[in-house]
C-alpha cells in the first residue's frame, strides 16, 4: 500500500496534474479507507494555517468521513496516516500555483462541491 501512496505522489511530481487528476487517480488504486485518509489530509493542510486562507476544515465532516470509511487513528493505521500526510506535503510542495490548488479544492471539498461530503467552509 505504501508502494501505491509513492507512485501517486512521483506521478503528481512529474507530470504537475492538478488536484483533481491527482484525487481521481488516487480513487481509482485506493482502497476506499486510504481514500478517505487522504483526502482528509487534503483537506486538513489546504483548510488549516494559511495554505488556502479563504477556508477552513469543517471537522465534524472529516471525522464523518473518517468514520464511514473505517479509518481509526491507531497503530494500525500510523504509516497510511504518514505515508499520506508525506504526499500531501508534497503535493503542496510541488503546486506551481496555489490559487489554482485552492480553487479545485473548493469545487471539490467546498459546498457544491464534486465530492460526497462537503469538508471545506468558508472563514467568512
Known amino acids: 500500500m505504501l508502494a501505491i501512496f509513492g507512485a501517486i505522489s512521483v ?3 512529474q507530470d504537475g496534474s492538478s488536484l483533481r487528476e491527482w484525487i481521481a487517480t488516487a480513487d481509482k488504486v485506493l482502497p476506499p479507507q486510504d481514500q478517505a485518509l487522504l483526502n482528509a489530509m487534503v483537506v486538513h493542510m489546504l483548510g488549516t494555517d494559511d495554505t488556502c486562507p479563504r477556508f477552513r476544515v469543517i471537522k465534524s465532516e472529516v471525522k464523518k468521513e473518517m468514520d464511514d470509511a473505517g479509518v481509526k487513528l491507531d497503530a494500525e493505521h500510523s504509516e497510511h496516516i504518514k505515508m ?3 504526499l500531501v506535503f ?5 503546486s506551481d500555483d496555489r490559487s489554482q490548488l485552492c480553487r479545485e479544492a473548493w469545487e471539490i471539498f467546498g459546498p457544491n462541491g464534486t465530492y460526497r461530503r462537503q469538508m471545506l ?3 467568512n
Open 121 to 123: 467552509e468558508s472563514q
Open 90 to 94: 508534497d503535493m503542496l510542495k510541488h
Open 11 to 13: 506521478a503528481h511530481a
Open 84 to 86: 499520506a500526510g508525506a
